[in-house]
């Protein structure tokens, strides 16, 4: 597998030549996962076929594969999730046409005749990543907080200072300085 990709491409160009980009992108310069990420470690593989689909629209054909270690929502820990995602995404210019194909294809807009593959790439991770990503089992990272028995809340409501019991003072005649 070649390991050497393009920055930008025309995916146009691409599509009339049926070329076939086939490398790994690493898991460091997804500034827009980064956040997610509790180690940036590793490559995401990239195998995309440009060419035309069966309705003769310009389209990329392709899968990604490789692991993320992104942060479980509960603990906090490292969390594995698998990357093993196909690509099936019809090239539009205009949101007019992806309105079109909305429904029929999944599309992707191509401005200025251009797309950034990376960018690409990170655009399908970041669609197919969970919102809540946890383990199956774990524990939280902090314990949960249940209700105070009703003596005990009664106690700290008693002990709670009114913050307005000084102007109390100010109602007395006398104290209107």
């Known amino acids: 597998m070649s390991t050497r990709l393009p920055i930008e491409v025309n995916p146009f160009r691409l599509i009339e030549q049926r070329r076939e980009l086939d490398g790994e992108f690493p898991?460091?310069?997804?500034?827009?996962?980064?956040?997610?990420l509790a180690d940036n470690e590793g490559v995401i593989e990239a195998t995309l076929s440009f060419g035309k689909n069966e309705l003769n629209l310009p389209s990329i054909h392709g899968h990604l594969t490789g692991q993320l270690q992104l942060i479980c929502q509960r603990c906090m820990k490292s969390c594995i999730?698998?990357?093993?995602?196909?690509?099936?995404?019809?090239?539009?210019?205009?949101?007019e046409a992806?309105?079109?194909?909305q429904g029929s294809h999944e599309t992707y807009l191509v401005e200025e005749g251009?797309?950034?593959?990376?960018?690409?790439?990170?655009?399908?991770?970041?669609?197919?990543?969970?919102?809540?990503?946890?383990?199956?089992?774990?524990?939280?990272?902090?314990?949960?907080?249940?209700?105070l028995p009703e003596t005990v809340s009664q106690t700290l409501d008693d002990e709670k200072e009114n913050p307005f019991a000084v102007l109390q003072n100010l109602k007395k005649p006398g104290n209107l300085n």
């Open 27 to 36: 898991i460091n310069r997804f500034s827009r996962i980064a956040d997610l």
């Open 81 to 95: 999730y698998i990357i093993d995602h196909p690509i099936d995404l019809v090239m539009v210019t205009s949101d």
């Open 98 to 101: 992806a309105e079109r194909l």
């Open 114 to 147: 251009r797309i950034f593959l990376q960018d690409f790439v990170e655009d399908e991770i970041l669609l197919n990543i969970p919102q809540m990503v946890m383990h199956d089992q774990c524990d939280p990272a902090r314990p949960l907080i249940e209700a």
